[in-house]
C-alpha cells in the first residue's frame, strides 16, 4: 500500500502496567527528510519505535509505517526500515568483516557502498576484530555503517549519536543529510542533544510523557516560546495568571518569563502588572525546548 505518510499513528496508546508510556498519540510525519523526536527521559519515544517496528503491540489505536500496519510488516517491509538503536545489538562473537559480508548479502539489491564507506572510513576497524571487542563508539559506527548501506526507505534511530567522538559524530550527520538529499528517503531520529537537533531537523516533535506536545518545524518551535524580562516591583504577577507561563525565574529584582504562544499583547499583560520596563529576548531551540519540557517535569 502506497502512502504519502512514513509514518502515522491514530490515539496510539502503549501501557507498561500501571505505566503510559505512549499516550493518545495522533503523529503523521511525511515521507522524505529527517523528523526529529526529542522528549524528557522515559517520555516514550523508544516505545514509540518499539511499537512502529512492531517489537511490541499497541495498548489500543493504530500505527502505521510506510502506509502498513505495524504488527503486520512483512519480510519485504523490513527490508526498507534500517533500524539502530542505542544498544546496538550485533552479535558480539561475530567478526566484523563477517557481519559487514552478511548485510551486503541480505540487502545485495539495494546496497549502498558509497554511504556504508563515508560512515565507516571514520572508525579504525579491522575486518577480524569481534564485535563484542569494539567500543561503544566503534559499535555504534559499525551499526550505522550497516543501516545506511542498506539503503533503507525509512531509517529509524534511537539515539545514534550518544558515546561517538565529535568527529565521528560530524560525519555521522553529514552521511544522514547526503542520505536524505532530496530523495524519498525518511530519517526519524530521537535524541537529547538538540544542536544536532536544529542542524539536522525538517520536522521536530516534541513528546511529554507520551504526549505530543509539540510538531513543527524546528523554526516554528522556536518561535511559539518567547522569553520576557520585566522590572516588576515586588513578586510580580501570580504565577497562575500569567498566560503560557513556562517558566519564571528572578534575578536582582527583575523577573525572567518563558511564555509559549505569547505575542505583544504579553507585554501589555506585564505594563498592566507593573513594569517598569519590559525586554523580549531571542530565544535558541534549546531553551525554547528546555522550557517546554520542564513545564511538568517531574
Ligand atoms: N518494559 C517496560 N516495562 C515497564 N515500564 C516500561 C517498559 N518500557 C518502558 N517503560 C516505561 O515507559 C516510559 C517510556 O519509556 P521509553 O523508554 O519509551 O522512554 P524514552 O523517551 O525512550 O526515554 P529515554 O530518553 O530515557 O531513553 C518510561 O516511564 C519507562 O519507565
Not at 19 to 45: E, F, M, Q, T, Y
Not at 65 to 75: E, F, H, I, M, Y
Not at 103 to 116: G, K, S, T, V
Not at 257 to 278: H, P, S
Request: hydrophobic share 45%.
Amino acid at each position: 500500500m502506497i502512502s504519502d505518510l512514513a509514518i502515522e499513528t491514530r490515539a496510539l496508546t502503549r501501557r507498561h502496567g500501571r505505566k503510559v508510556a505512549v499516550d493518545h498519540l495522533d503523529l503523521a510525519l511525511p515521507r522524505g527528510g529527517i523528523h526529529a523526536i526529542v522528549g524528557a527521559n522515559g517520555a516514550g519515544k523508544s516505545t514509540l519505535f518499539r511499537v512502529l517496528l512492531g517489537f511490541v503491540t499497541p495498548t489500543a489505536g493504530e500505527a502505521f509505517v510506510l502506509g502498513r500496519p505495524s504488527g503486520a510488516l512483512t519480510p519485504a517491509d523490513r527490508g526498507l526500515i534500517g533500524f539502530v538503536n542505542e544498544e546496538h545489538t550485533l552479535p558480539g562473537w561475530a567478526r566484523v568483516d563477517e557481519v559487514v559480508a552478511m548485510q551486503r548479502r541480505l540487502y545485495a539489491d539495494r546496497w549502498d557502498e558509497q554511504a556504508f564507506a563515508s560512515v565507516i572510513s571514520s572508525f579504525d576497524l579491522l575486518g577480524d576484530q569481534r564485535v563484542a571487542q569494539l567500543s561503544r563508539g566503534e559499535r555504534a559506527g559499525l551499526n550505522l555503517a550497516l543501516a545506511l548501506g542498506q539503503s533503507p526507505e525509512l531509517l529509524i534511530l534511537d539515539e545514534p549519536t550518544l558515546g561517538l567522538d565529535v568527529v565521528a559524530r560530524r560525519r555521522l550527520l553529514e552521511a544522514l543529510i547526503a542520505g536524505v538529499d532530496g530523495g524519498d528517503r525518511t530519517i526519524v531520529y530521537c535524541s537529547h542533544q538538540i544542536e544536532e537537533v536544529e542542524r539536522l531537523a525538517d520536522t521536530l516533535v516534541v513528546l511529554e510523557r507520551g504526549r505530543l506536545l509539540a510538531f513543527a518545524a524546528p523554526d516554528e518551535v522556536c518561535g511559539r516560546v518567547s522569553h520576557w524580562i520585566a522590572d516588576v516591583p515586588f513578586k510580580g504577577p501570580e504565577a497562575a495568571s500569567v498566560p503560557g507561563l513556562l517558566q519564571h525565574r528572578r534575578f536582582d529584582g527583575v523577573h525572567h518569563y518563558v511564555v509559549l504562544d505569547q505575542d505583544d499583547d504579553f507585554e501589555a499583560f506585564l505594563r498592566a502588572a507593573g513594569a517598569r520596563t519590559v525586554h523580549r529576548q531571542a530565544m535558541s531551540l534549546d531553551r525554547a525546548v528546555d522550557a517546554l519540557l520542564t513545564r511538568n517535569h517531574a
